[in-house]
């Protein structure tokens, strides 16, 4: 079995700065894209930025020039950088890890960790 733990969620003002961080964990050999999804109370889960295993990233506009996504792909972690954080980022944001292959050759797709709250006060 594998399993994504994300952590470093808390309260922020605006205009301040978290780092995300998400591990996945058991017997993995390989991890192909690794993402970060938000939802806010009452609205649909939102993509916030995609890092391929070779390190291509793309981001939603809304968070572009503010967020870097980033991995370490011998550690099996992927990184959210938030900076210039405003009231509108508030939310859960959880971490998606796209195909999982792990040592023995069993594949795992669509990899979800629990969530991690950020909240941003004005």
């Known amino acids: 079995q594998v399993q994504l733990v994300e952590s470093g969620g808390g309260l922020v003002q605006a205009g301040g700065s978290l780092r995300l961080s998400c591990a996945a964990s058991g017997s993995i050999f390989s991890i192909t894209a690794m993402s970060w999804y938000r939802q806010a109370p009452g609205k649909q889960r939102e993509l916030v930025a995609t890092?391929?295993?070779?390190?291509?990233?793309n981001y939603a506009d809304s968070v572009k020039g503010r967020f870097a996504i980033s991995r370490d792909n011998a550690r099996n972690t992927v990184y959210l950088q938030m900076n210039s954080l405003k009231p509108e980022d508030t939310a859960v944001y959880y971490c998606n890890a796209d195909r999982i292959r792990d040592f023995s050759g069993r594949y795992y797709s669509d990899n979800w960790g629990q969530g991690t709250q950020v909240t941003v006060s004005s």
């Open positions: 890092i391929t295993r070779l390190g291509i990233t």
